[in-house]
């Protein structure tokens, strides 16, 4: 057999889905702005895309060139665009980006305790590519450096600390028997019932089957303590331990 030099494997990917719902480019930057610089360790260098499926009115090629350059400019990689199938711009052949399928994964949006300035025309989530697995314990012994991304099937138990700037996610619960410094996505495929339990709670993001919060919001309930993170009447509850 002839040794093809590659293998081709899936993978969970964390993208930010960037859902326009009308155009104005200067408000668009402005308040994209304010998301990353909440935690520009998520957003730096992170996979988009940007969804035009929600757009009141269309938008021309020359409007959606500007809208991907700056996006780009802000740190961000646009790696291809969505639309209403009904509803093709008639210049969609042109596009350089390739136009994506709507997707089946769960959309990550904020917390209903989270109050936080953002433009009704401009709404940023997170999605996690879903892939049908059966669900098994990982068991982590090092610590998560800043960059590295874990994902567990079931539930997830790290014996060490995880960094700012890394990112752990499951379809189960999290266990952090160290500080919890990046980011923690449990549920990822729904489960309300999924927890995130750590040591000392430092973390850059926190979600629980689509609902997040970030570092300013957890900082004002329980920072640097030992802390559970659960869903409560589909609001994320952060207590301490």
């Not at 890394?166 to 449990?186: F, K, S, T, W």
Request: glycine share 6%.
């Amino acid at each position: 057999m002839t040794d093809s030099g590659f293998q081709l494997k899936g993978s969970v990917v964390t993208t930010i889905l960037l859902e326009i719902q009308s155009f104005s480019l200067e408000d668009i930057v402005y308040h994209l702005k304010l998301k990353i610089e909440q935690v520009p360790y998520f957003f730096n260098q992170a996979p988009i895309i940007i969804d035009l499926s929600k757009m009141k009115r269309g938008i021309t090629l020359e409007q959606f060139e500007t809208l991907v350059r700056s996006v780009s400019e802000l740190g961000l990689g646009v790696i291809g665009w969505r639309c209403d199938p009904d509803n093709f711009p008639a210049w969609k052949a042109s596009a350089l980006l390739p136009l994506l399928p709507a997707s089946k994964a769960r959309a990550i949006a904020p917390s209903a305790n989270v109050k936080a300035e953002i433009s009704p025309d401009v709404v940023v989530k997170t999605v996690v590519e879903e892939r049908l697995v059966p669900q098994v314990t990982k068991v982590i012994t090092k610590p998560i450096r800043s960059g590295q991304q874990v994902y567990a099937e079931g539930d997830l138990i790290i014996l060490a600390q995880v960094s700012a700037g890394a990112e752990v996610l499951a379809d189960g619960n999290i266990h952090v028997y160290g500080a919890l410094r990046g980011r923690a996505l449990a549920g990822v495929k729904g489960n309300t019932e999924a927890r995130i339990f750590c040591r000392s709670l430092e973390a850059e993001l926190v979600s629980i089957a689509g609902n997040f919060m970030l570092m300013d919001a957890l900082q004002k309930v329980v920072w640097k303590e030992g802390a559970q993170v659960f869903l409560a009447e589909d609001s994320l509850e952060i207590a301490p331990i």
